[in-house]
């Protein structure tokens, strides 16, 4: 019976280490929805079971993904954990300054490399987030309590931050992404941001950097970088 079990998880593993072959050459691309049990049965010639085994097997790896409803998915980017460090259980007041300091080491020179290589349409996705963050801190200087403002102008400082994280082009900086997103979503959970008036500050910190990578000038852009994580560093108590 053991040796049963072993030899139905060594299939598993096998067809999922195939379908893991077919997401890095393409034929499945990221993001696209996996095709469906039959025909991943007929293609790989296995059993229903065995396919269900295989892809919970790259689920429980981060490279496949459920959407109830409709269907089995490829990650946008396979392997990469939504806490791969385990902040969940590091204490807040320790965990917030750390993630300051961490970044405060490594923003400024991606703000660098990313005024050398950003695209122009990377540049133009960058304005209309600013645009859209612009709008909601007008709503928000009418009531800093608006709740849902607040949400919003968090996801697009994530969404901020990702594009100038992706503009360096470095593959490996660019998995840095999870640890960066839960930096920014504490800085909003945990009122980092007190007042409109800290809010703008940060965000015409935000448009300097735009201007900076806008003009190539990557000297420019790291010392934005220094001046923001500077001003985050003061606003969490953390002054080193």
Known sequence: MVQAMERGFTLSQNIADKIKTKIMTGEFALGSKLPNEN???????????????????????????IERGKGTYVAAIP???????????????KLIPDLCETRSVIEPEVCY????????????????????????????????????????LADCEMEFHSLVYCMTGNIVIERMLPTIKKAIALNYTTNVYRRSFE??????????????????????????????????QEKTGQRR
Do not use: C, W
């Open 199 to 232: 809010l703008t500050v940060t965000q015409n910190l935000h448009i300097d950097l735009f201007h900076a990578l806008q003009a190539g000038d990557a000297d420019r852009a790291r010392e934005i970088g220094r001046e923001h994580m500077k001003t985050m």
């Open 79 to 93: 392997g990469l954990a939504d806490d791969p460090y385990g902040f969940e259980f590091i204490p807040e007041e």
């Open 39 to 65: 025909e991943l049965m007929d293609d790989l010639n296995v059993s229903r079971t065995t396919i269900r085994e295989a892809v919970k097997i790259l689920i429980s790896k981060n490279i496949l993904y």
């Open 113 to 152: 490399l990313a005024a050398q290589r950003a695209t122009r349409r990377q540049l133009s996705e960058m304005e209309a987030i600013l645009r859209k963050m612009n709008e909601i801190m007008y709503e928000l200087k009418m009531d800093e309590s608006d709740q849902r403002m607040i949400d919003q």
